[in-house]
């Protein structure tokens, strides 16, 4: 049985006619020793092939992910990552049917070790086999140790040094774009990782106090945020720290602080602009916390107010979301000019400029078509014309992320809402995995990792 690329015209056909029909024989692999559409705690994989039963770990198995052959494989390479990770396997395949890559992991670091053209397989396939076939990883595995290197990556991450507390800004004059949902979720994803969690609600929409929460009351005669919220935290030097503001959320587990934002907030920035020292206030109260949180995401109002640049003088990174779509990215000149104008004050405080972690794709579109056409070409086009990097991970518009936050629980007579991140609503869904991976790379992009 011979493969050619060009008889896979879409992913399902690199996963029947490439891997199924032609790789996993080749390789050794028979139907009992593959299995397809594996779901391995709250990840999903393509394919997972086991070596050797008698080995009891994962760490003989290869992963392998089947693309669209329009699809950038660059873009995958985290999530596969991810999946090692996870499975503690060490090696993993990425291929769109035109190109075929192995990947081998060492602690917690990918190592490009083959690729071919899709048309080359055939040729190559002794030295594949040598790498990822049946008998030889069985062999491998057989005579080393093979749970040494997980445990050594596991004890390496815990023993690393403390790091100073990170404060990152989600920021676009946009509106809708998925600033919230990215906050919420993505504090949600850090808190799941052992980090110690802020979020400030920087926004008089309070979008994130609500999703996070913490908006328990129905009538707003019982409503306890307004004497205790971010405007207090900004309005007074002496009084109203980050710990006496800040509330305990359970919408992700283990729990997050929140510093809740109140309507309130909106007349007040008149006011505030006349008084300058206010912005330094917020950097000064995060210092006194910075043993206490790991992590501080800042959400933002979609405007040029003083919010946003508060928060983005307060901030030391800058995340971006972006619909992708004309007026988000004709808004990526705006932020690129709010962002020079917020470096020059930081420049007369001694602060450092901003560093920006790049633009996230937000709410994409998971149309098969537009994903390997329309997506991919703006990937490329937005970073080129606006000198702004996309970040690797990509979120999809997916119906899970907007229920999760519009859920409500019935108490007595009346409906309260009871919103959770979409790592506890569900956590094997795609949304939750794509939330663990843009941590992973957060992290990885902020020295974390
Ligand atoms: N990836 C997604 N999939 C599905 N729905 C989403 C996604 N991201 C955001 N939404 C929904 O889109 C709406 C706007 O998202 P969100 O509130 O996060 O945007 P925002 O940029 O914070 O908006 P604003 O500028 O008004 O603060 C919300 O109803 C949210 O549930
Ligand atoms: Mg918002």
Redesign the pocket.
């Known amino acids: 049985m011979q493969f050619h690329p060009k008889s896979c015209r879409n992913e399902r056909e690199v996963e029947s006619k490439l891997i199924v029909q032609y790789l996993l024989p080749k390789l050794g692999y028979s139907p009992d020793n593959w299995y397809q559409e594996v779901i391995y705690g709250n990840i999903r994989l393509d394919f997972l092939t086991v070596a050797s039963k008698k080995i009891k770990n994962l760490s003989s198995c290869v992963v392998i992910e089947a693309k669209h052959p329009q699809e950038n494989l660059d873009h995958h390479v985290r999530r596969l990552g991810h999946y090692l990770m996870k499975t503690k396997s060490f090696y993993g395949v990425l291929t769109n049917g035109k190109e075929f890559r192995i990947y081998q992991r060492e602690k917690d670091k990918l190592k490009f070790i083959f690729y071919c053209q899709g048309e080359n397989i055939a040729n190559n396939i002794s030295k594949i086999n040598s790498l990822i076939g049946k008998e030889s990883l069985s062999q491998k595995f057989s005579t080393s140790q093979p749970l040494s290197i997980p445990k050594l990556s596991q004890t390496s991450i815990k023993e690393s040094k403390k790091l100073p507390m990170k404060v990152i800004a989600v920021y676009?004059n946009?509106?809708?774009?998925?600033?919230?949902?990215?906050v919420v979720n993505l504090a949600a994803a850090f808190s799941k990782k052992g980090k110690r969690v802020l979020v400030i609600d920087l926004?008089s929409?309070a979008?994130t106090t609500f999703a996070t929460g913490l908006v328990k009351f129905e009538d707003e005669e019982f409503d306890n945020i307004k004497d205790c919220n971010i405007l207090h935290v900004l309005q007074s030097e002496d009084f109203y720290s980050i710990e006496e503001v800040a509330i305990k959320s359970q919408f992700s587990n283990p729990e997050i602080h929140v510093i809740p934002s109140h309507i309130d907030l909106m007349e007040c920035e008149n006011k505030f602009n006349l008084i300058d020292y206010t912005r330094l206030i917020l950097i000064d109260k995060l210092d006194k916390v910075k043993d206490k949180y790991d992590i501080v995401l800042i959400?933002t109002?979609?405007s040029l107010n003083l919010y946003a640049r508060i928060a983005l003088i307060a901030t030391d990174y800058l995340i971006i979301?972006s619909d992708l779509k004309p007026f988000a990215n004709q808004g990526l000149t705006n932020v690129k000019e709010f962002v020079k104008q917020v470096n020059g004050f930081r420049r007369q405080i001694r602060r450092e400029p901003i560093e920006v972690l790049g633009i996230l794709a937000?709410?994409?579109s998971t149309n098969a078509r537009f994903v390997s056409a329309t997506l991919r070409k703006r990937l490329e086009v937005i970073p080129k014309r606006y000198e702004i990097s996309m970040m690797e991970t990509v979120?999809?518009?997916?119906?899970d992320?907007?229920k999760c936050?519009e859920k409500m629980q019935i108490v007595g007579d009346i409906e309260i809402p009871d919103p959770v991140s979409i790592l506890d609503f569900k956590p094997a869904s795609k949304?939750a995995q794509e939330f663990e991976i843009l941590a992973d790379e957060v992290l990885e992009k902020i020295g974390d990792k």
Not at 395 to 399: E, K, L, P, Q, S
């Open positions: 676009h946009k509106g809708g774009v998925g600033k919230t949902t990215t926004d929409q979008n959400d109002p979609p979301p937000c709410k994409i979120i999809y518009d997916r119906d992320l907007a936050a949304s």
